[in-house]
Each structure stands twice: as C-alpha cells, then as structure tokens.
C-alpha cells in the first residue's frame, strides 16, 4: 500500500497574485502523518507519508533542529522530478506559479488520483554523498 495512487479531494482556489480560479488536492483532516506537494508550475501534485521508510530516513539524517518546515520542504525537494518538475511544499498557481494560493474551504469540487513520491535518485546515492546531501539540507533548499 506504500506506493499506491491516491484518492484526494479537489477544491476551489484562487491566485491572489494573478486572480486565476482553478482546483486544489486537499487532504481531509484525518491525514495525520500525510504530506501533498505540489510542483514549481502548479500542475504536478504529489503525496508522502512521513511514517514510511524513505521519509524516516531522510528525517534521520537531516541536521538537528528538524522542525515541521524543515521536514516537509526536505520530503518534497529531495523526492524524484514528476515529469520533468521538481517538487516543493507549497502550493504554485498553475497560471503564475504564485505560492500566494487561497484554497476555499466550502464545498468539494470532484476528486483527483495523486502518485505518491518517489527517492530513487536520493535512494541511488552512495552512502557518503545521501548522508552529505540530507544532513546539509535546510529549509531553504538543498545545498
């Protein structure tokens, strides 16, 4: 079940840079542990699991204090490209590519299928490069 798809719920949201209408994956309130990113053009979304294997060993060698902030952007900037996008923790405006994204809370829109992320290319690191590489991350982005 670990590297299943996702059904996720779509809402409404709203580019506050550029006014653009269009839908968000959003996950419930019952997804503890379960992060969404989106890619830096605001089309591409996918999803983690802090509680699996790849996610506890990036929060094992990342440098001390990890907070939520840190934990989050290192899950999402370190998984693999989706079709060519590098992921981020926040969400882009697929117009603009804003991260000043509203997302209205009233009704669902549809539902949408999220992949979930991937680390092979972290995964394929020799063991001193993965250790270098995730211990020198910061909230600001990998080295």
């Known amino acids: 079940m670990a590297n299943m798809d996702k059904e ?3 809402f409404s949201a709203v580019c506050a ?3 653009a209408q269009f839908e968000v994956p959003c996950l419930g309130d019952m997804s503890y542990g379960e992060y969404l990113f989106c890619s830096e053009n605001g089309k591409i979304y996918a999803y983690a699991n802090a509680f699996n294997a790849n996610s506890r ?3 094992v060698l990342l ?3 990890i907070n939520s902030e840190l934990f989050q952007s290192a899950l ?5 490209k989706v079709l060519g996008q590098s992921l981020t923790s926040k969400r882009h405006c697929p117009n603009c590519r ?3 994204v509203s997302v209205f809370t009233g009704k669902k ?3 949408t299928w999220v992949k979930p992320v991937t680390y092979e290319r972290l995964l394929a690191l020799g063991k001193h490069e993965l250790v270098e590489l995730v211990s020198n991350f910061s909230s600001h982005g990998s080295p």
């Open 109 to 111: 829109t549809g539902v």
């Open 63 to 65: 440098p001390e204090p």
């Open 8 to 10: 996720i719920s779509l």
């Open 76 to 80: 999402a900037e370190l998984a693999d």
């Open 57 to 59: 060993l990036i929060e």
């Open 98 to 100: 804003s991260t000043k």
């Open 17 to 19: 840079e550029c006014g």
